[in-house]
């Protein structure tokens, strides 16, 4: 329902609280005066009011407008016909057609008012048609003028109208596809956004930052870091924004993110920014989470396999150093003092693996003296 018609029915609602129950005392009076027409009319207005009323509450709009038309065109027109109070209801007329246009719809109001006007004009041609002579003809002239002027101001203020509504209407289209266009677009980041006022409390979010927080966004809302965070990381996340609000621009800066859903805390890095409201002054903060959590982890295991890639090559170096080797059957000593064979120290302290053959010197020595060594030599 536009706001046209809620003050319309606003008004007629006012109309029929108080006319009834006074169209109800008019009829009332009359019966005790033994005026029984007085007292049928008085009934009529009341029993118009009463549906007008129930229009109103059953949600018919139109049905009110056209019952609340009628009753204003009866009773103007009653007086109209009797010239009860004439001349002082004389302003009367000038009353009706601004009650007509200011309170119901232009069509309706145009047709009652032609209803007016009509019988104005009947009353024109036979002023002795109802035994009066209250209204001469200048004045009936000068009441045909005026409703003519008050139609013509009201179809061009009508169409004025609907102009400037269809434009505001067009504007806030576009608006609110702008902003539904925002909207999609903030969901559609992948990394988690936000923005909050001055005070620190989240004005709003996107998808992604509610599955980083383990919330929904509805609870997220209106909240501050310390409903969010444990105190310890909700202090450094204040003491950042009180920080980029004492110095407007943008901020840069690793911290960690506690979520709820999982009770583990994360490696991120923020990038925030202030921004102005309409009038220039600065209303809050913004920012954009980057989760590094992956990136943390890998750099640990790599400077693990960096240790120990140190450890193994200090190990190895180990063995370039001076070994107290036996002249005669070549065993190693160790630190403790202990003989072992050089194939066992060399393994222990790498990662080398022996193989043993012998060799072509070695051959001739220990089977040179043998035929079937000499036989293979010559082949």
Known sequence: ??????????????????GIPLAGLFALLYAIAAQWQGC???LAIGVILYCCRMGIRS????????????????????????????PYNISWFYILPLVFFIFLELVYATVFLGITTTSLFVLLLWPNLLGTHVYDSHLVLRFFVVY??????????????????????????????????????????????????????????????EEMMGLSKEK??????????????????????????????KQVYESRMFSRETKQVQNVIFHKSTFEDNTGCLAGIMGVVFDISDQKKAEAEKNKLIGELETA????????????????????????????QLETYIETHSEALFS??????????????????ESLEEK
């Not at 407008?65 to 009860?84: E, K, M, P, R, V």
């Not at 090559?313 to 072992?340: F, H, N, V």
């Not at 043993?356 to 060594?373: A, L």
């Open 1 to 18: 329902m536009s706001p046209n018609e809620r003050r319309k029915i606003l008004a007629l609602k006012v109309i029929t609280l108080i």
């Open 40 to 42: 049928v009319f008085g």
């Open 59 to 86: 949600g018919r709009p139109r049905t009110t407008y056209f019952l609340g038309s009628f009753i204003l065109t009866l009773i103007f027109l009653i007086i109209l016909a009797s010239g009860t109070g004439a």
């Open 148 to 209: 003519g002027l008050i139609t013509l101001v009201a179809w061009a203020y009508e169409a004025t109208r609907k102009g400037y509504e269809a434009e505001l209407e067009r504007q806030n289209s576009e608006i609110r596809a702008q902003k539904d266009f925002a909207a999609s677009l903030l969901e559609a980041l992948p990394n988690p956004f936000f923005y909050k006022n001055r005070d620190g409390r989240y004005l709003g979010c996107n998808k992604a930052f």
């Open 220 to 249: 997220i809302l209106g909240s501050s870091v310390f409903d969010m965070a444990p105190e310890e990381v909700a202090r450094e996340y204040h003491e950042k924004d009180e920080e980029l609000m004492a110095s407007p621009g």
């Open 313 to 340: 090559l200090a190990e190895i170096k180990a063995l370039s150093g001076m070994l107290p080797i036996c002249s005669s059957c070549k065993k190693i000593r160790d630190d403790q003092g202990y003989w072992q």
């Open 356 to 373: 043993h053959s012998i060799c072509p010197s070695c051959s001739k020595k220990f089977y040179g003296d043998q035929p079937w060594f």
